[in-house]
């Protein structure tokens, strides 16, 4: 079986969780042996890990034929990729992109990130993926967020193999309802084009069927997984005698900060012994300095801006307390990466991730009272946090990507029209 | 010939309100009143009255020849009688017909004789009073909350007079023994322990109405005729169940109840008797002793105690509430007594089980074990106001000791008193003159 991926992130250079969760998947789906992936990104870097998938760079795929000698284009991209492979696909060029800004060897400079111009990237990755899809071989066509539907059904109306998109979030998770009309455009025309949608909770699938209007039947849940932690026990917590609670992501409307906040003031009345610690940026971080300030907990309540790589694992293992009190969540990798390293979890219900995990806390996102009941039984009772912490690491490990893969590989059979 | 012995339990826990960690030592009372009156009456209403009549018929209808044992939890009967107080009165009447006897527990349903003996010996003499004033009967026969037992168990209940105990078919203890006869503890012969016949008993409670069972449909004929066919020497066939199992588990649409009118009529003409435990265990010889170290119970697959023991939250909720034991057993605060009776009730710690917790009002065990140890929580403050823990047990009981024996004390020292001021004034007198 030989799947056509288009994608927008692959680690190491991720800016959200959806290159996490593409990286976990391809890897988890590369277990099945007969399973061949092209994984389409806008902009690799060279250092991606190609062990079990292939990795094009739409920046590497002309568009508008060039004539250029060998060692040129060599010396251009040889980095990412082989200039014979470069020729090869030239040959796939049927229609006319010169309305499109090239470079000298017929490729487009996408930036491979979020930019202001962003409708103008993925409708140039459509561009990218007619070449892909004239000039390979491939049985399935799977495509990773809106991003890259418009790619993907543009590939599926050349090749006329099947589509499945996958739907790791909607733009009524991002904006709390205030959908941008040109986003849900795109999307819906991506859902309604694909033969089957995944999506990553039963939360978004029902986002997916009701404000999408999609036929139930044509939309799975797979649930994502998390990738094994190789050196989970390498993050210690230093022993300390106060308490931390973390909540750790983009500090904006979407993750809910207000609400811990809240619970944090509700725990510091009953207790002086904990510190509450707000990982991450975003446009609500002021606002929520300013309302710890108001709260009368900024002595014991603390920013640390925005983490990375390591320093998250290491961030979520000094913790206690993991929090995620996220009002609209597809999903939420975070708590079981927490999980990982033994932090007990507490999630928000709106979380697609609670509906897989039984040992975490789970409250409604606004529930502050309850929330803050959670992280006062965590912090005061040895009890309640070795059990979360024992039987969550323990869960979590059971999570495994190649089931996820598994299923997924049913659903490409379906499409395919094999059963 | 073949004898059935009928027994059905009666237990409702009190309903635990929402309590939250801030309301701890503002706020001392921990019920959801309204929660435990609407499930007390949907039982009452459901199971425990309709039931009751069905039984009163049989009795009737038989000469009195049906028989059945009931035992309903102290805290059961607080609630009745409080919520349901006509669901009292027609025991009485079933009690006056003389086919039915009332067994003995601990009041609170609680795992006391697993944790603290005492509290286990306070708890079953206080249920047997409230038993025999309100049923006119000394209670003589004895079942533990969820039929906990052991063979220590077994030598403290016999140390408060009972000789007959109901206890489960546990495979761990009794293999491939049959529970159809008459057993007697590891060590005292003379304590004789009855067995649960689990499959003919989870027959009528949970498998009745199982379309997918291939024994369906059960009646009343098939299932005596299955008794009369067990080997020639397998005598006593216990049947109990929780006595919800009619009407909630098995509902009247079901016919349970007329499954169970027709059992007298088809038994008596089979030549099945029907008996009670206390009468039994005193007519019967035992077939042997039982090895029982490990406590046994009549839950889940297990049959062991690990449903309310078993993981680290019911271990710490449970350590902390029985560690005061001795100082609440000191006060003598009627509310604490009280909820102390309440918190100790075995579906706290159920519910706070990773693989048990069926029927939990609560989202999750974590859940269940926040709420609790928050009301837990008020209560050692309760208990802690009264007597602090900083003092030590004995240190404690010596001062207790002072001030009860204060007034005796000071009695005393007044009446020297008066001696020394008595001599003083007669020598006074002898000077003056």
New interface residues.
């Given amino acids: 079986m030989k799947a056509l991926m288009f994608g927008w992130e692959f680690p190491p250079h991720i800016l959200g969780g959806l290159g996490t969760a593409s990286y976990g998947l391809t890897r988890g789906m590369s277990m099945q042996h007969d399973m061949e992936i092209t994984f389409v990104i806008p902009k690799p870097h060279g250092d991606e890990d190609q062990s079990f998938l292939k990795i094009v760079g739409a920046c590497n795929v002309p568009v508008v034929w060039k004539d250029n000698n060998w060692d040129y284009v060599n010396q251009k991209i040889g980095k990412t990729m082989h200039p014979d492979e470069y020729y090869w696909l030239r040959n796939g060029i049927k229609y006319d992109y010169r309305r499109i800004y090239t470079n000298e060897l017929g490729c487009i400079d996408f930036s491979g990130k979020y930019p202001s111009n962003l409708i103008e990237e993925i409708s140039n990755y459509e561009a990218v993926a007619s070449v892909l899809a004239h000039q390979m071989n491939f049985d399935i066509i799977h495509s990773h967020d809106w991003l890259t539907y418009p790619a993907g059904v543009f590939a599926k109306n050349i090749s006329k193999k099947p589509l499945v998109i996958h739907v790791h979030a909607t733009d009524f998770d991002r904006s709390r309802g205030q959908v941008n009309p040109t986003v849900y455009g795109i999307e819906k025309r991506g859902m309604d084009a694909a033969d089957h949608i995944m999506t990553v909770s039963e939360l978004t699938r029902r986002i997916v069927i009701e404000k999408y209007h999609q036929d139930p039947n044509k939309v799975t849940t797979v649930h994502n997984a998390v990738e094994p932690l190789p050196n989970a026990d390498s993050f210690t917590k230093t022993p300390r005698k106060e308490k931390v609670v973390t909540f750790l992501g983009r500090i904006t409307m979407q993750k809910g900060p207000e609400y811990f906040v809240e619970a944090a003031h509700r725990v510091l009345q009953k207790t002086k012994n904990v510190r509450f610690v707000m990982a991450g940026s975003g446009d609500m971080m002021n606002a929520m300095i300013d309302l710890a300030a108001k709260r009368n907990i900024a002595d014991r309540f603390h920013f640390t801006g925005f983490l990375k790589g390591r320093q998250v694992h290491e961030m979520l293992a000094e913790s206690d307390v993991y929090i995620m009190p996220s009002v609209s969540e597809p999903f939420g990798i975070s708590p079981l990466e927490a999980m990982q390293v033994g932090t007990p979890t507490i999630i928000s219900k709106q979380s697609g991730c609670a509906e897989i995990l039984n040992h975490a806390i789970k409250t409604d996102y606004w529930d502050i009272d309850a929330m803050a009941d959670a992280i006062y039984a965590i912090v005061t009772k040895p009890a309640m946090h070795k059990s979360l912490q024992e039987l969550g690491k323990e869960e979590v490990n059971n999570i495994k990507w190649q089931d996820a893969g598994l299923k997924v590989r049913r659903i490409y059979e379906k499409a395919l029209g094999w059963h | 010939m073949k004898n059935i012995c009928f027994y059905f339990q009666i237990h409702q826990p009190i309903s635990l309100k929402r309590y939250?960690?801030?309301e701890?030592g503002q706020d001392h009372y921990y019920y959801d009143d309204f929660q435990t009156e609407h499930q007390i009456r949907k039982l009452v209403e459901q199971a425990y009255l309709p039931s009751n009549k069905v039984i009163s018929e049989m009795i009737r209808s038989s000469n009195g020849k049906f028989k059945c044992a009931f035992s309903i939890s102290g805290i059961a009967l607080e609630q009745l009688e409080q919520y349901a107080p006509e669901v009292i009165d027609s025991f009485k009447e079933l009690g006056k017909t003389g086919s039915v006897e009332f067994l003995t527990e601990p009041y609170a349903h609680s795992l006391s004789s697993i944790f603290n003996a005492t509290e286990f010996e306070l708890q079953v003499k206080k249920h047997a009073h409230l038993i025999e004033t309100l049923f006119g009967k000394k209670p003589t026969a004895f079942r533990n909350s969820e039929m906990i037992y052991n063979d220590e168990i077994g030598e403290i209940v016999s140390n408060l007079g009972y000789k007959t105990i109901l206890i489960d078919e546990a495979r761990q203890v009794f293999g491939w023994k049959s529970p159809n006869y008459i057993y007697n503890h590891s060590y005292l012969p003379k304590v004789k322990l009855l067995v649960r016949n689990n499959r003919l008993s989870d027959d009528i409670a949970f498998r009745f109405s199982n379309r997918q069972w291939d024994a369906f449909p059960l009646t009343a004929d098939k299932f005596i005729s299955w008794i009369n066919n067990l080997p020639d020497n397998e005598n006593l066939i216990n049947l109990w169940m929780g006595y919800e199992a009619l009407g909630i588990y098995q509902r009247a649409e079901t016919g349970i109840y007329d499954f169970f009118k027709a059992l007298p009529f088809n038994a008596i003409e089979q030549k099945v008797s029907f008996v009670l435990p206390t009468e039994i265990s005193k007519k019967m010889e035992s077939a042997g002793a039982i090895n029982a170290p490990y406590p046994i119970s009549w839950y889940g697959n297990e049959k062991d105690v690990s449903s309310w023991t078993g993981?680290?939250?019911q271990?710490?909720?449970l350590n902390k509430l029985y560690a005061v034991s001795e100082r609440v057993h000191l006060c003598s605060d009627r509310p604490l007594q009280h909820d102390w009776l309440m918190l100790q009730s075995t579906d706290h710690f159920r519910y706070m089980s990773?693989k048990s917790s069926f029927g939990s009002p609560f989202?999750?065990p974590?859940?269940a074990?926040?709420?609790y140890?928050?009301i837990l929580a008020d209560f050692l403050e309760r208990v802690d106001a009264q007597y602090p823990t900083t003092i030590e047990n004995e240190e404690l009981n010596e001062l207790l000791k002072t001030i009860n024996h204060q007034e005796k004390e000071i009695e005393s020292l007044e009446s020297e008193i008066k001696r020394l001021k008595t001599r003083k004034s007669s020598t006074t007198d002898t000077h003056s003159k």
Wanted: aromatic share 20%.
């Fill in positions: 939250r960690f801030f701890i993981n680290d939250l271990q710490e909720a990773h989202e999750s974590y859940d074990f926040t709420n140890m928050n």
